[in-house]
T-cell receptor, first 116, second 112 residues
Framework: DGGITQSPKYLFRKEGQNVTLSCEQNLNHDAMYWYRQDPGQGLRLIYYSQIVNDFQKGDIAEGYSVSREKKESFPLTVTSAQKNPTAFYLC???????????????FGEGSRLTVL | GQQVMQIPQYQHVQEGEDFTTYCNSSTTLSNIQWYKQRPGGHPVFLIQLVKSGEVKKQKRLTFQFGEAKKNSSLHITATQTTDVGTYFCAERLNGGYQKVTFGIGTKLQVIP
């Protein structure tokens, strides 16, 4: 089945620890995105990538890091520098970047991170 | 950066009533995408509007893009309990770095 797989679904971490969230897609999409969702705040963009080995900061990149070494994979690391990391994290992918009009986003099922 | 404002943030309706959510921007939008997120789920794409004044329908859902491409709306006729969820609008830039910016979402509750 084609789609986006995020893991783990639930994650608990202690303050001061880094944690990496996995996002894998087999849709052959060029573009991948990471969003953070908090109650009442919608979806806020953390990082996005249009091609392998290239990525851009979104609106709330501080305290996060990413890599795009393979087309299929876009892992997100939540570092200890992120002041309020407890949230629901969503990964998405789409065709692009040269597609006009732009394509739709396909989302994974999300990873819920709780910092204790 | 580009901001997409969405109202209302919450809406409770009686089953069978209509529902509308609005998306506004101070600048011209490249396009508008609409997504639905069921409780406990992830956002799922509904539709994309590209042209000025465009209107698209999906059964009981009607999507509009303003003539100036600065606003959009989603209207649901005769809501059902299956319509419950949060509806998001999003702008996706064409070409180059295709940043996708979401509105805050409208959470719809349908009272049976």
């Amino acid at each position: 089945d084609g789609g986006i797989t995020q893991s783990p679904k639930y994650l608990f971490r202690k303050e001061g620890q880094n944690v990496t969230l996995s996002c894998e897609q087999n849709l052959n999409h060029d573009a991948m995105y990471w969003y953070r969702q908090d109650p009442g705040q919608g979806l806020r963009l953390i990082y996005y990538s249009q091609i392998v080995n290239d990525f851009q900061k979104g609106d709330i990149a501080e305290g996060y890091s990413v890599s795009r070494e393979k087309k299929e994979s876009f892992p997100l690391t939540v570092t200890s520098a992120q002041k309020n990391p407890t949230a629901f994290y969503l990964c998405a992918s789409s065709i692009g970047p040269r597609t006009v009009p732009a394509g739709e986003l396909f989302f994974g099922e999300g990873s819920r991170l709780t910092v204790l | 950066g580009q901001q997409v404002m969405q109202i209302p943030q919450y809406q409770h309706v009686q089953e069978g009533e209509d529902f509308t959510t609005y998306c506004n921007s101070s600048t011209t939008l490249s396009n508008i995408q609409w997504y639905k997120q069921r409780p406990g789920g992830h956002p799922v794409f509904l539709i994309q509007l590209v042209k000025s004044g465009e209107v698209k329908k999906q059964k009981r859902l009607t999507f509009q893009f303003g003539e100036a491409k600065k606003n959009s709306s989603l209207h649901i006729t005769a809501t059902q309990t299956t319509d419950v969820g949060t509806y998001f609008c999003a702008e996706r830039l064409n070409g180059g770095y295709q940043k996708v910016t979401f509105g805050i979402g409208t959470k719809l509750q349908v009272i049976p």
